[in-house]
């Protein structure tokens, strides 16, 4: 093991959040479509023209002018009435639906039109543990549909449960990773009944539970999971070495796994601690609450987690298979004492207990009202519709709240350097109809539909109650 002062590291390159049901009414999306921009290609190709005696011209190559990045986006309110949205999926079956997953413990439809349906798709509300309802982490968290849902009806939720029987004594709460069905010939009911556990994580404590649960573009369906929660990765079912260092357990790690396969689920052979020491599961490690995770919709499809930190940063990462981020040897890309949370050490290893090197975020900022520029970084996507051409390829993402007293989130975005091994750079993505330029709410979520257009996920409050939840549009 070295020591060295830190420095940032390379970035890598590719990838191979009970409470009653809201009863606002809900609020129509407009019915205006917004236009499609595009700068890539002219709509027309010059033809050359030649006689005998003259000489043919190469067809001119066009040039393409990137659009500049906007300093500010509008959010046109598509529907509001929630408790605390944390998640908002596209059905992916041609319907233009969108699915909005509640912390409270809803999941409810959006049509096309962006009116919401006046019966939940799936009520999870008396399975899950009891919420705090000023704040918790426990709850809802996620939804997930199969690659086949069109045709298979087959759905996958993250939800947190009371704790096993002969779960670890003192520990909180058990993460399920639930199968659902629909009910046939109703495509906007999921069976309760048809409840099948794929996976059960036993949490030492509420927080840190990660949220988002996604299918890649190779099928397999990938689950954040926190270092187990606490402060510190220390304490209570968090070894020596933490959590989010020790790959015997799941903590700490973003999984991968394959739900076609075996029972219940099986291990895509080429995760990168099959036959080795470490659990099959993990696909990389070293995280302390990849809240949020993403695929990038085009390009190489890159897997994006926003990691929540500490005490003095944030950070973004892109994903790469068997890769450590550093917690808690790290937070962000400075050496972390748990001892000492509010000082970076000036020196600490740069590699991990076997010798594997730390990787450091692609986009990191400072935390906390002194000088940070919010308290929990949430993750968000990159952009790929067409409405706003200066944000495409962007990664839009944002904070929960300058203050966890004070609903003061606000939105970022960074963009791809020149440079292969510097940090994205970054900088805040005003809101233009806001004085201030910010969300004036708490940021819970954001959401992407089938078309690559962006939503932005809203409370008032910052926990699981009432029915102050809104969903806005990113439009230009």
């Given at each position: 093991?070295?020591?060295?002062?830190?420095q940032?590291?390379?970035?890598?390159?590719?990838?191979?959040?009970?409470?009653?049901?809201?009863?606002?009414?809900?609020?129509?999306?407009?019915?205006?479509?917004?236009?499609?921009?595009?700068?890539?290609?002219?709509?027309?190709?010059?033809?050359?023209?030649?006689?005998?005696?003259?000489?043919?011209?190469?067809?001119?190559?066009?040039?393409?002018?990137?659009?500049?990045?906007?300093?500010?986006?509008?959010?046109?309110?598509?529907?509001?009435?929630?408790?605390?949205?944390?998640?908002?999926?596209?059905?992916?079956?041609?319907?233009?639906?969108?699915?909005?997953?509640?912390?409270?413990?809803?999941?409810?439809?959006?049509?096309?039109?962006?009116?919401?349906?006046?019966?939940?798709?799936?009520?999870?509300?008396?399975?899950?543990?009891?919420?705090?309802?000023?704040?918790?982490?426990?709850?809802?968290?996620?939804?997930?549909?199969?690659?086949?849902?069109?045709?298979?009806?087959?759905?996958?939720?993250?939800?947190?449960?009371?704790?096993?029987?002969?779960?670890?004594?003192?520990?909180?709460?058990?993460?399920?990773?639930?199968?659902?069905?629909?009910?046939?010939?109703?495509?906007?009911?999921?069976?309760?009944a048809?409840?099948?556990?794929?996976?059960?994580?036993?949490?030492?404590?509420?927080?840190?539970?990660?949220?988002?649960?996604?299918?890649?573009?190779d099928?397999?369906?990938?689950i954040?999971?926190?270092?187990?929660?606490?402060?510190?990765?220390?304490?209570?079912?968090?070894?020596?070495?933490?959590?989010?260092q020790?790959?015997?357990?799941?903590?700490?790690?973003?999984?991968?796994?394959?739900?076609?396969?075996?029972?219940?689920?099986?291990?895509?052979?080429?995760?990168?601690?099959?036959?080795?020491?470490?659990?099959?599961?993990?696909?990389?490690?070293?995280?302390?609450?990849?809240?949020?995770?993403?695929?990038?919709?085009?390009?190489?499809?890159?897997?994006?987690?926003?990691?929540?930190?500490?005490?003095?940063?944030?950070?973004v990462?892109?994903?790469?298979?068997?890769?450590?981020?550093?917690?808690?040897?790290?937070?962000?890309?400075?050496?972390?004492?748990?001892?000492?949370?509010?000082?970076?050490?000036?020196?600490?290893?740069?590699?991990?207990?076997?010798g594997?090197?730390?990787?450091?975020?692609?986009?990191?900022?400072?935390?906390?009202?002194?000088?940070?520029?919010?308290?929990?970084?949430?993750?968000?996507?990159?952009?790929?519709?067409?409405?706003i051409?200066?944000?495409?390829?962007?990664?839009?993402?944002?904070?929960?709240?300058?203050?966890?007293?004070?609903?003061?989130?606000?939105?970022?975005?960074?963009?791809?350097?020149?440079?292969?091994?510097?940090?994205?750079?970054?900088?805040?993505?005003?809101?233009a109809?806001?004085?201030?330029?910010?969300?004036?709410?708490?940021?819970?979520?954001?959401?992407?539909?089938?078309?690559?257009?962006?939503?932005?996920?809203?409370?008032?409050?910052?926990?699981?109650?009432?029915?102050?939840?809104?969903?806005?549009?990113i439009v230009?």
């Amino acid at each position: 093991m070295t020591v060295a002062a830190c420095q940032p590291a390379p970035a890598p390159t590719t990838a191979s959040t009970p409470t009653p049901a809201p009863t606002s009414t809900p609020t129509s999306a407009p019915t205006s479509t917004l236009a499609s921009t595009s700068t890539l290609a002219p709509t027309s190709t010059p033809v050359s023209t030649s006689t005998s005696t003259s000489v043919s011209t190469p067809t001119p190559v066009p040039t393409f002018t990137p659009a500049p990045l906007p300093d500010s986006v509008k959010l046109r309110l598509v529907a509001e009435g929630f408790a605390s949205p944390v998640g908002l999926v596209p059905s992916l079956d041609g319907t233009g639906r969108l699915f909005v997953v509640d912390q409270a413990g809803i999941i409810w439809v959006l049509t096309a039109a962006g009116n919401r349906l006046g019966e939940p798709f799936l009520d999870l509300r008396s399975r899950m543990v009891s919420l705090n309802q000023a704040y918790d982490e426990r709850g809802l968290l996620g939804l997930a549909f199969h690659p086949s849902y069109r045709d298979n009806g087959r759905l996958f939720v993250y939800y947190s449960a009371p704790l096993r029987n002969g779960g670890p004594q003192g520990w909180n709460h058990t993460s399920h990773i639930s199968e659902f069905g629909v009910v046939p010939g109703d495509a906007n009911k999921a069976d309760p009944a048809s409840e099948r556990v794929i996976l059960q994580v036993d949490q030492p404590q509420s927080n840190h539970n990660a949220g988002t649960i996604v299918f890649g573009p190779d099928g397999y369906l990938y689950i954040p999971l926190g270092d187990g929660g606490a402060a510190n990765d220390v304490g209570l079912g968090h070894p020596p070495m933490g959590n989010g260092q020790d790959t015997s357990t799941l903590l700490g790690s973003i999984l991968r796994i394959d739900i076609d396969a075996g029972e219940p689920y099986g291990i895509p052979e080429d995760n990168p601690f099959v036959g080795k020491e470490g659990r099959d599961e993990i696909f990389a490690f070293g995280f302390r609450n990849p809240f949020r995770i993403s695929f990038d919709m085009g390009g190489s499809h890159e897997l994006f987690a926003a990691d929540v930190g500490q005490n003095l940063w944030e950070e973004v990462d892109i994903v790469t298979m068997g890769a450590n981020y550093g917690w808690n040897i790290k937070e962000g890309a400075h050496f972390f004492d748990p001892q000492n949370p509010g000082r970076s050490p000036a020196t600490g290893p740069d590699v991990d207990a076997s010798g594997q090197p730390l990787l450091d975020p692609i986009i990191e900022y400072g935390r906390g009202e002194a000088g940070g520029l919010g308290t929990a970084v949430i993750g968000g996507y990159v952009y790929r519709g067409s409405a706003i051409a200066g944000l495409q390829g962007a990664y839009v993402f944002g904070d929960f709240s300058a203050s966890g007293a004070r609903a003061d989130g606000r939105l970022f975005l960074a963009t791809r350097p020149a440079e292969a091994d510097a940090m994205w750079p970054m900088k805040e993505l005003g809101v233009a109809t806001a004085a201030n330029g910010r969300l004036g709410a708490f940021l819970r979520a954001f959401g992407q539909d089938a078309d690559g257009e962006l939503y932005v996920l809203t409370a008032d409050v910052p926990g699981p109650q009432g029915a102050t939840g809104k969903i806005y549009r990113i439009v230009p």
